[in-house]
């Protein structure tokens, strides 16, 4: 019986990237098999596009919902951009400044941090293994910035949850939330992508592992949640797969019947 092309969308930091930033070789050969097969592969990730070149690369895909959702490329031509209005990032920059919590603006080419050296950007970009990015505070200023990256500890949310229309806060690590337009997610960019392919929602597949993740894995017709994903990310999903260490990306694609 002949396999119905899907489409499968893959979140990149502990969905395809271990904890160390490395692509399991299971992971690997998964992706490439099921392009072999047919199948439509992209990305959906909270990241730039010059933060997946590599990775892109290595797994030949060229087509990724970036920024969450804010940013949407179908053949390496852009089809999707939904920057943050600058009048809305003077608000949140002001209001960073007082409350005393860089910033690090991004667009599709670079980023830049609001403050010369700050040990919670150390410890976030960092982790996704970036050097500290260099300071420029009107980085944001004259160009489309597609999200940004607020630094400060869990307590200090409420300072700017519910306070800042126009803008949503996701966090994706113990001292940064992602700051977005308000109503953007990777669902909207899957929307997007989906709709110019013409895949119908039953048809398309999606693996993540965040809280960034939740709207498309309850948007797409099979979401899978990582092995390692918090309870409420695995609670949106349709299937759980096992931990990124040990396969979760071969294991899922087995469990859901398309490898």
Excluded at 187 to 197: F, P, T, W
Aim: with cysteine; glycine share 10%.
């Amino acid at each position: 019986m002949t396999q119905r092309r899907s489409m499968i969308f893959f979140d990149i930091d502990g969905t395809l990237l271990d904890r160390r930033k490395c692509l399991p070789p299971s992971a690997k050969e998964a992706v490439l098999a099921l392009k072999q097969a047919g199948h439509e592969v992209a990305f959906a990730t909270g990241r730039s596009p010059f933060m997946m070149e590599e990775l892109r690369k290595e797994l030949g895909i060229d087509s990724f919902v970036g920024f969450n959702g804010q940013y949407v490329m179908l053949k390496d031509a852009v089809i999707y951009r939904n920057p943050i209005p600058t009048e809305r990032l003077r608000e949140l920059t002001e209001c960073a400044r007082s409350a005393g919590h860089p910033l690090v603006y991004l667009d599709h080419e670079g980023m830049k941090s609001s403050v010369p050296r700050h040990a919670y950007i150390e410890a976030g970009i960092g982790s996704l293994q970036y050097e500290h990015p260099d300071h420029d505070p009107d980085y944001y200023i004259g160009r489309d910035i597609y999200q940004t990256m607020l630094f400060c500890a869990e307590e200090d949310e409420a300072g700017y949850v519910g306070r800042l229309s126009g803008l949503d806060f996701i966090r994706w690590h113990p001292f940064s939330m992602d700051v977005l337009p308000s109503g953007g997610s990777k669902a909207q960019g899957i929307e997007r992508l989906i709709g110019r392919l013409g895949f119908a929602r039953e048809n398309v597949y999606a693996f993540g592992d965040h809280f960034n993740d939740v709207e498309m894995l309850r948007y797409v017709g099979h979401g899978i949640a990582m092995g390692n994903a918090p309870a409420s990310v695995k609670q949106a999903a349709r299937y759980i797969t096992r931990d990124v260490g040990q396969d979760g990306i071969a294991y899922g694609l087995e469990l859901v019947g398309l490898l």
